[in-house]
């Protein structure tokens, strides 16, 4: 064996075929180490925040504090970070209140047991939780219009505060530049119409929507603003390794701490990759691969180092189908992938749908590259009706893309963990 893609709570084995050029490309998100503990990283980042008071002292004289915390979808782990905010906000003000807000973003629901899974049971039976819901019109008010011109609607909760603070993590992601900070807000807590606005066609087309970018990212910007019409205060971000342990923590000021992280997070994910004819990647694994929605990300990494007309081979358990009705449909009803393209590129943002912005980056990628999913046999029909071709197996996938190729020895790239890398071209 050549190495391990992560699939699920497993992984799957390749090996090179004999007569390839095979490349394995790997972030170096694993010599990311600390000898500390895990909540130690976290409570010195608390106890030193970056262009900010501590929570404590800004939380002395509030009546009523919303920490915003991330949903099942995210490897954020909460059980480190939100005993110690919680401890801090109430340090100085006993009587202060305090919801925990789950920002689902267009995500379904978060259930009790996943909450319990995410924070622990003490907590989701002591604490006040309430789980945002997108779609629910009356729970959100308006507060604003964003730069994009996307009216900024959130929820009532995060209104209904005199302080709001969140938690997350930084990783790479495929169109905001990085996760964490802002994303808290927008989309985590906002109605369905401002997320729409935000994630529009003209701004997902922007060259500068892309993993790693936040300079002249219109998308990041939209983001910026809606933090700051919020009112978010502070934030505790943390960086996780391979092994979904933290690593770094950063705390204070939303914009300030967030951009620290996102500088000391960059040079662990950028990989400098040459063009192949086949590349092969993975979504990170449980829970990031629970979905074909979420698996979008990882084709994008792909889609950064191989060849127009090349093949992706994308593995993915996707225990949970396709994570969006309405990107599952789109997709299948399409006429062709450059059609769907046009129309969402095209589509205002006051008429963006659900799910919009997943199915116009896969259609950007189909409309250059043959995409093979290896996942569970349920989803072959659905993968299929994607304009995707199922494989049962990793194996069957690689002699049909090498096939496909037309060459004797085709170029090979592996990236184990799509996700987790800002993909470099080489000229």
């Not at 340090?91 to 209140?97: G, K, L, S, Y």
């Not at 009356?138 to 909760?157: C, H, Q, R, Y």
């Not at 950028?270 to 691969?289: M, S, Y």
Request: with cysteine; proline share 5%; net charge negative.
């Amino acid at each position: 064996m050549d190495g391990w893609i992560p699939y699920g709570h497993t992984q799957l084995p390749f090996a090179f075929p004999a007569n390839s050029n095979g490349t394995v490309l790997h972030s170096r998100i694993g010599e990311l180490k600390s000898e500390k503990e895990e909540s130690e990283i976290v409570l010195e980042a608390m106890r030193k925040p970056i262009a900010s008071p501590r929570l404590e002292e800004i939380a002395r004289d509030r009546k009523k504090a919303v920490i915003i915390i991330s949903d099942h979808t995210r490897p954020v782990p909460s059980k480190v970070i939100i005993p110690y905010m919680l401890e801090e906000l109430r340090r100085a003000n006993p009587d202060i209140e305090i919801v925990l807000l789950v920002a689902t973003g267009f995500h379904r629901g978060t259930t009790k047991e996943e909450l319990i899974e995410k924070l622990g049971a003490d907590i989701v039976q002591s604490e006040k939780i309430v789980v945002h819901d997108a779609q629910d019109q009356d729970s959100n008010v308006k507060i604003g219009v964003l730069p994009s011109g996307a009216e900024l609607i959130i929820d009532k909760v995060a209104v209904d505060c005199d302080l709001l603070v969140s938690e997350g993590f930084v990783e790479p992601h495929f169109f905001a530049g990085f996760s964490g900070g802002r994303k808290s807000v927008l989309p985590g807590i906002c109605d369905q119409k401002t997320v729409f606005g935000n994630h529009c066609g003209a701004f997902i087309d922007s060259p500068y929507a892309r993993t790693g970018i936040l300079d002249n990212n219109p998308i990041h910007a939209d983001m910026l603003a809606a933090q700051e019409m919020a009112g978010l205060a502070y934030i505790v971000n943390v960086v996780i390794n391979e092994e979904k342990k933290v690593v770094a923590a950063f705390a204070g000021d939303p914009v300030k701490a967030h951009e620290t992280a996102c500088r000391f997070l960059a040079p662990y994910c950028e990989i400098e990759a040459e063009a192949a004819d086949i590349v092969i990647t993975g979504n990170g694994g449980a829970p990031l691969d629970q979905n074909i929605y979420q698996c979008v990300k990882s084709m994008t990494a792909a889609e950064a180092c191989v060849r127009p007309g090349g093949v992706i081979i994308l593995c993915a358990e996707c225990a949970d189908g396709t994570g969006g009705e309405s990107f599952y449909r789109k997709v299948r009803d399409c006429e062709s992938p450059e059609a769907l393209y046009e129309e969402a590129k095209n589509t205002s943002y006051e008429d963006t749908i659900a799910d919009q912005w997943q199915y116009q980056i896969l259609a950007r990628i189909l409309i250059k590259n043959h995409v093979l999913f290896v996942t569970r046999p349920q989803l072959q029909e659905i993968i299929e009706d994607m304009k995707m071709e199922y494989a049962a197996s990793l194996e069957t996938a690689l002699q049909k893309a090498v096939q496909l190729t037309g060459k004797e020895q085709p170029d090979i790239t592996v990236i184990p963990n799509g996700i987790s890398v800002i993909v470099q071209p080489k000229e």
